[in-house]
């Protein structure tokens, strides 16, 4: 399994809602990574995860909150969003200390805050 | 900190004609460098990358792309462009994490 699954693909919610968002890999990576992608934008990084644990935050806003619940699995859950939180979500993974293939990412979950 | 920029926002080929996409770095030491593709709505797909030895990389769907350290550049490349390589092209370097250009939105012509 060489795949990196996003669900849901597409997620309209209301400002005062809390969904998740949910990133699945089996290829027995340790990094895993939350992006968001604007409009004709390169995705920008917001959370890293390194053997379950948070790494890195890119400054992100608390309505987004990350979870890794173990090496296969990173959520991202929202709550109180705003309009401009509407993106497309893309989530990542790679084998840690060994960035020589790259990442793999997601199809990404498409994101409207209405 | 590492950065790579892609000086082209669009580039228009027609279909069957050769393909060049601009990429600079800024770093002095070898960079470890990506090259992906997003089709519209899709998610990242690695063509190729480069960390050290041999200068041309080949990489899927028959692109390559060459690192010249005299110029900074690793720009991306396809002798005969076909329809379905319509897609955004991000050139992309690693620096404890990966950083991406701009991008460059590819039309293919018929």
């Known amino acids: 399994d060489t795949e990196v699954t996003q669900t849901p693909k597409h997620l309209v919610m209301g400002m005062t809602n809390k969904k998740s968002l949910k990133c699945e890999q089996h290829m027995g990576h340790r990094a895993m990574y939350w992006y968001k992608q604007k409009a004709k934008k390169p995705p920008e990084l917001m959370f890293v995860?390194?053997?379950?644990?948070?790494?890195i935050n890119e400054s992100v806003p608390s309505r987004f909150s990350p979870e890794c619940p173990n090496s296969s699995l990173l959520n991202l859950h929202l709550h109180a969003l705003q309009p401009e939180d509407s993106a497309l979500y893309l989530c990542?993974?790679?084998?840690?200390?060994?960035?020589?293939?790259?990442?793999?990412f997601g199809s990404g979950t498409r994101l409207t805050v209405v | 900190a590492q950065s790579v920029t892609q000086p082209d926002i669009h580039i228009t080929v027609s279909e069957g004609a050769s393909l060049e996409l601009r990429c600079n770095y800024s770093?002095?030491?070898?960079?470890?460098l990506f090259w992906y593709v997003q089709s519209p709505g899709q998610g990242l797909q690695l063509l190729l990358k480069?960390?050290?030895?041999?200068?041309l990389v080949q990489g899927i769907k028959g692109f390559e792309a060459e690192f010249k350290r005299s110029q900074s550049s690793f720009n991306l490349r396809k002798p005969s462009v076909h329809w379905s390589d319509a897609a955004e092209y991000f050139c992309a370097v690693w620096d404890n994490d990966m950083r991406f250009g701009a991008g460059t939105r590819l039309t293919v012509k018929p």
């Open positions: 770093y002095g030491a070898t960079p470890y």
């Open positions: 995860y390194s053997y379950e644990k948070l790494s």
């Open positions: 990542a993974s790679s084998p840690i200390g060994q960035v020589l293939g790259g990442y793999t």
């Open positions: 480069y960390f050290s030895g041999d200068t």
